[in-house]
């Protein structure tokens, strides 16, 4: 069986990756955290509408924004990608998604928030009835179906977490054909790609208390972290 890096080997790779590349990798995590939250707000004062037709509207608005934000995640990953090849980087890497497949990206990041909706679905439905009716019995039922949901969006992350790398590497395939390869290389190694999720608690932690400010440090090393973590799946 192939030996592969454990979590502090990649994060250690990823510190020393990011080596005189950081003002760069952390500018352009500013302007994806900046247009992810100007983005969410103006989409917040436009639509808000209240009863059903709000929170379908609402529901729909978020699905279309969680389109837009895959097609510059992909960006972002290319970004990481290319730090972690030891590449030159730009500002311009983050909108490469937009010129890169962008109907694939859109159609895998659809599968991809469609489960998140289906999952959140049944708390999001609770969630409405307790705020307009006050009535507390809807609570439990709240936070039940928030914990499932969350498990199986968390399971279905970890199952296709490397479908966006992968199309980086395999623009010839298929949306299906990528997410199933993902599904197919993340045999035996979700935990492991989990418990390297869990080692930035501390950091997301320190981050919130920063007003959020350190994440602009932060999500740099995450994501060359990860993508360390495909590229030592990939040559293993």
């Known amino acids: 069986m192939p030996s592969h890096r454990s979590s502090a080997m990649l994060r250690s790779m990823a510190r020393g990756q990011l080596l005189g590349k950081y003002p760069i990798a952390a500018a352009a995590f500013m302007s994806v955290l900046m ?18 037709a709000g929170l379908i509207i609402s529901m729909i608005v978020s699905f279309i924004i969680s389109l837009l934000l895959g097609i510059i995640n992909v960006g972002v990953l290319f970004m990481a990608l290319k730090i972690s090849c ?14 890169y497949h962008p109907k694939k990206i859109v159609t895998i990041q659809a599968v991809l928030s469609g489960i998140n909706l289906i999952a959140t679905l049944p708390a999001t439905i609770f969630r409405y009835l307790y705020n307009n009716s006050g009535d507390a019995d809807y609570l439990p039922l709240i936070i039940i179906f928030y914990i499932a949901g969350i498990s199986v969006y968390c399971f279905v992350s970890l199952v296709f977490s490397q479908v966006f790398f992968l199309l980086l590497d395999f623009e010839d395939k298929s ?30 932690l320190l981050s919130i208390l920063s007003c959020c400010i350190g994440f602009i440090w932060v999500m740099p090393y995450v994501k060359v972290t990860l993508a360390n973590f495909y590229m030592d799946l990939m040559q293993a």
């Open 35 to 52: 247009t992810t939250i100007m983005v969410r707000l103006l989409s917040a004062s436009i639509f808000s509408v209240g009863g059903v």
């Open 86 to 99: 030891n590449e030159p980087i730009g500002l311009n890497d983050l909108i490469f998604g937009f010129s």
């Open 175 to 204: 949306a299906q054909e990528l997410l199933m390869k993902s599904h197919t290389i993340m045999n035996g190694h979700k935990k492991r790609l989990f418990f390297l999720w869990l080692s930035f608690v501390p950091l997301f």
